[in-house]
């Protein structure tokens, strides 16, 4: 995925850097990071000696950008990062955050019942206006990311991430990618246990950005 993440920022621009964080993997992915860096001085690692959660990856890597558009996506092959041109071709005037929607999920259907179902809810119960919530494929203005104050450590990071710029008034396109069935590791979100966890963040965002809006009055403050 880095090879073809290079290859495909190098078909859009000439200023860029790649920025992986390592979640805490067990197996020799940091060994194998570690030699591509050598290879590509582009290429910046972030190492957590533990699994902190996908939130916590996200925002490390936030934190460590530098250039004044900022793209992720997953690791796992479920999104091909060569498509980050439909997302380049939409940034027209105005516009601060372009995001995917995938156009069909190759997932087994029972992850296809839940990922919609947990769509519908967040939509409706955050107030969000996009066709994919939870599709990580996006393009931002890495400004707009100094401006909020993400907290999540788990998946619920992208209702947090959308809500917060939505209600600031940032502008938003919607361009569809292609999703593929999953070639490396094994979800993390769609189980029992972790699934729990995150309606009880969902539940601690609700209360935050819906009832007291907190993130409003932080900026007003």
């Known amino acids: ?72 996506t997953d690791g796992d092959a479920q999104y091909n990062p060569l498509e980050l041109g439909v997302l380049v071709d939409a940034l027209h005037d105005g516009i601060d955050f372009v995001n995917g929607y995938k156009i069909s999920r190759s997932d087994p259907l029972i992850r296809k019942i839940i990922g919609r179902l947990y769509h519908y809810f967040v939509s409706i119960t955050f107030g969000i206006h996009l066709r994919d919530v939870d599709c990580d494929f996006r393009l931002v203005r890495r400004k707009i990311l100094d401006e909020i104050n993400l907290e999540s450590q788990s998946g619920a990071i992208c209702v947090e991430l959308v809500k917060k710029i939505q209600d600031l008034g940032y502008v938003f396109a919607q361009v569809p990618v292609h999703h593929y069935f999953r070639q490396y590791g094994k979800s993390q979100f769609f189980n029992w246990p972790r699934l729990f966890r995150v309606l009880r963040r969902l539940i601690e965002l609700y209360w935050k950005l819906v009832i007291r809006k907190e993130h409003l009055k932080t900026r007003n403050s």
């Open 1 to 72: 995925m880095v090879l073809i993440a290079l290859i495909a920022v190098r078909q859009v621009t000439d200023d860029y850097e790649i920025i992986v964080t390592d979640d805490g993997s067990t197996d020799y992915t940091g060994q194998v990071l570690h030699e591509l860096a050598l290879r590509y001085p582009e290429l910046k690692i972030l190492h957590h000696r533990e699994n902190r959660g996908y939130g916590a990856a996200l925002r490390s890597g936030f934190s460590a950008a530098t250039k004044e558009w900022l793209f992720y």
